[in-house]
């Protein structure tokens, strides 16, 4: 457990269950507030175990079987890279679940391409993967995007497959500070290099410039926020996302999202009603 610098009586719940379970868990505490991202990491840091998970200190399990679940599920798939799970989410329970992908096991780029599409999402961050797979990504580098979690997501089904426990394993809480709730326009460009990171990821692993998946994960992107978040906060904001591909030189990916992007919103105009 990693304390983010709490004010509050963490340190003594924590304690108690240090003294019931002895040897069991790890607790420090931060000098300062890091920040998620970077509390995220330290924990990571200090973990010991086969798998990983992040459980933030606003949601909680409500599956008993869920971990054992999950890693009975990565140690008899080996191409599993992921594990997710439903979860109930509201401001207090018992709050509902979202419908899922109704398969045992997605194949990982499938995912990955259909991302925020229909069933292609991840309902909570609180899921389940191998330590040893994080070797070869780059993970939790960049404090000020708020969404590092979905860019881990979106690494880890690009080098294999994603499992799905359909059972609500956690409670995620909704409130007035939750990270995602509590974003404006200029958090969302910021967040928004993430899709780029991925993508070249994909680049790196499968050696193909796939400007499709680019496309894909920037529209899905916008429509995600144009869902969940009012229209004049994410109006026009391809631009500015656009701009930071040409600012790390990749004039082609722009052009490409961008005349994609424009061409599908020219469509829809016209169609007829």
Same mark, same amino acid.
């Given at each position: 457990?990693?304390?983010?610098?709490?004010?509050?009586?963490?340190?003594?719940?924590?304690?108690?269950? &240090?003294?019931?379970? !002895?040897?069991?868990? $790890?607790? *420090?505490?931060?000098?300062?507030?890091?920040?998620?991202?970077?509390? +995220? $990491?330290?924990?990571?840091?200090?973990?010991?175990?086969?798998?990983?998970? %992040?459980?933030?200190?606003?949601?909680?399990?409500?599956?008993?079987?869920?971990?054992?679940?999950?890693?009975?599920?990565?140690?008899?798939?080996?191409? %599993? *890279?992921?594990?997710?799970?439903?979860?109930?989410?509201?401001?207090? !329970?018992?709050?509902?679940?979202?419908? &899922?992908?109704?398969?045992?096991?997605?194949? @990982?780029?499938?995912?990955?391409?259909?991302?925020?599409?229909?069933?292609?999402?991840? !309902? %909570?961050?609180?899921?389940?993967?191998?330590?040893?797979?994080?070797?070869?990504?780059?993970?939790?580098?960049?404090?000020?995007? $708020?969404?590092?979690?979905?860019?881990?997501?979106?690494?880890?089904?690009?080098? @294999?497959?994603? @499992?799905?426990?359909?059972?609500?394993?956690?409670?995620?809480? =909704?409130?007035?500070?939750?990270?995602?709730?509590?974003?404006?326009?200029?958090?969302?460009?910021?967040? *928004?290099? =993430?899709?780029?990171?991925?993508?070249?990821?994909?680049?790196?692993?499968? $050696?193909?410039?796939?400007?499709?998946?680019?496309?894909?994960?920037?529209?899905?992107?916008?429509?995600? #926020?144009?869902?969940?978040?009012?229209?004049?906060?994410?109006?026009?904001?391809? +631009?500015?996302?656009?701009?930071?591909?040409?600012?790390?030189?990749?004039? #082609?990916?722009? =052009?490409?999202?961008?005349?994609?992007? +424009? &061409?599908?919103?020219?469509?829809?105009?016209?169609? !007829?009603?």
């Amino acid at each position: 457990m990693s304390d983010n610098a709490s004010t509050d009586d963490t340190y003594d719940v924590v304690v108690k269950y &240090m003294e019931l379970h !002895p040897g069991q868990i $790890k607790y *420090s505490k931060n000098d300062t507030n890091l920040g998620p991202i970077k509390n +995220w $990491k330290n924990a990571y840091q200090q973990a010991e175990g086969v798998y990983v998970t %992040v459980l933030s200190d606003d949601d909680y399990f409500v599956n008993n079987n869920y971990l054992k679940d999950a890693a009975d599920l990565l140690n008899e798939n080996a191409q %599993v *890279s992921l594990v997710i799970c439903n979860a109930f989410i509201g401001t207090k !329970p018992p709050g509902v679940s979202l419908p &899922m992908l109704d398969q045992r096991i997605v194949y @990982g780029r499938d995912f990955l391409f259909n991302f925020w599409t229909g069933r292609y999402y991840v !309902p %909570v961050i609180s899921n389940i993967f191998r330590r040893g797979a994080l070797d070869e990504l780059l993970f939790w580098t960049d404090s000020d995007c $708020k969404y590092s979690d979905i860019e881990l997501w979106l690494k880890l089904m690009i080098i @294999g497959n994603v @499992g799905i426990i359909q059972v609500p394993s956690v409670f995620y809480r =909704f409130h007035g500070t939750n990270i995602v709730t509590s974003m404006n326009r200029d958090d969302f460009i910021v967040n *928004s290099r =993430f899709l780029y990171r991925v993508y070249l990821f994909y680049r790196e692993v499968t $050696k193909n410039r796939s400007y499709d998946l680019l496309f894909r994960l920037v529209s899905g992107y916008i429509l995600f #926020l144009e869902q969940n978040f009012e229209i004049s906060i994410v109006r026009n904001i391809i +631009w500015p996302i656009l701009l930071h591909f040409f600012r790390e030189g990749d004039v #082609l990916s722009a =052009f490409y999202v961008g005349v994609r992007y +424009w &061409m599908g919103k020219t469509n829809r105009r016209l169609a !007829p009603n």
